[in-house]
């Protein structure tokens, strides 16, 4: 079965800071990631996707995400964040044939 | 260019009562399904639509009832509600499940919904 792991409930960082929010997943089988974003009493929007080709994928709002396959990761990054960053965010799995998968979150909060 | 609608945006229920969340995507899309957010513990599948007529189970499906009368409509109903059941409700669509499900999910603002 798969699984996704979100490492970190909530990251603080400092506004301009680069951030880093990991996601890790378990799969036997080859998989599609996506990562979403939630604004406050909204529902969630695609930042990014990786299909297959390249694993440096590019998303909207300046961030981006490498997929690992030797580490199972795809991790979401950010050079420099601005206040407009502050949101939840979701790593998301699928496998051909099977239903997504969401982790639990992690709320960024940016302090200025 | 509406997208999903959900309706309502809030409701409070008394425990036993029954009501229908509305959710309406004018995308086309074949896919559409229901999610319960809860703290913690991200988003998680209640019931999903391959197609209209199609319906099947996901990961917390009791306790709700769905049907898919027409492409764009996808309505969830609670038959009892119970304290249990209160979340955030979001329905989201997506083009098809035909390519192994490498499409993006299109969610609409949600539902909140307190159950007393």
């Known amino acids: 079965a798969q699984s996704v792991t979100q490492l970190d409930s909530q990251v603080p960082v400092f506004e301009e800071a680069p951030v880093e929010l990991r996601c890790n997943y378990s799969?036997?089988?080859?998989?599609?990631l996506f990562w979403y974003v939630q604004y406050p009493n909204q529902g969630l929007q695609l930042l990014l996707k990786?299909?297959?080709?390249?694993?440096l994928v590019k998303g909207i709002n300046g961030f981006e995400a490498e997929f690992n396959k030797s580490q199972t990761s795809f991790h979401l990054r950010k050079p420099s964040v601005h206040i407009s960053d502050t949101a939840e965010y979701f790593c998301?799995?699928?496998?051909?044939?099977?239903?997504?998968?969401f982790g639990s979150g992690t709320r960024l909060s940016i302090r200025p | 260019n509406a997208g999903v609608t959900q309706t309502p945006k809030f409701q409070v229920l008394k425990t036993g009562q029954s009501m229908t969340l509305q959710c309406a995507q004018d995308m086309n899309h074949e896919y559409m399904s229901w999610y319960r957010q809860d703290p913690g513990m991200g988003l998680r599948l209640i019931h999903y639509?391959?197609?209209?007529?199609i319906t099947d189970q996901g990961e917390v499906p009791n306790g709700y009832n769905v049907s898919r009368s027409t492409t764009e409509d996808f309505p969830l109903r609670l038959l009892s509600a119970a304290p249990s059941q209160t979340s955030v409700y979001f329905c989201a669509s997506s083009p098809g499940w035909g390519q192994g499900g490498n499409q993006p999910q299109h969610f609409g603002d949600g539902t909140r919904l307190s159950i007393l």
């Open positions: 998301a799995v699928v496998s051909s044939a099977s239903k997504i998968i």
């Open positions: 799969s036997s089988v080859s998989v599609y």
């Open positions: 639509s391959v197609g209209a007529g």
């Open positions: 990786y299909l297959s080709g390249s694993t």
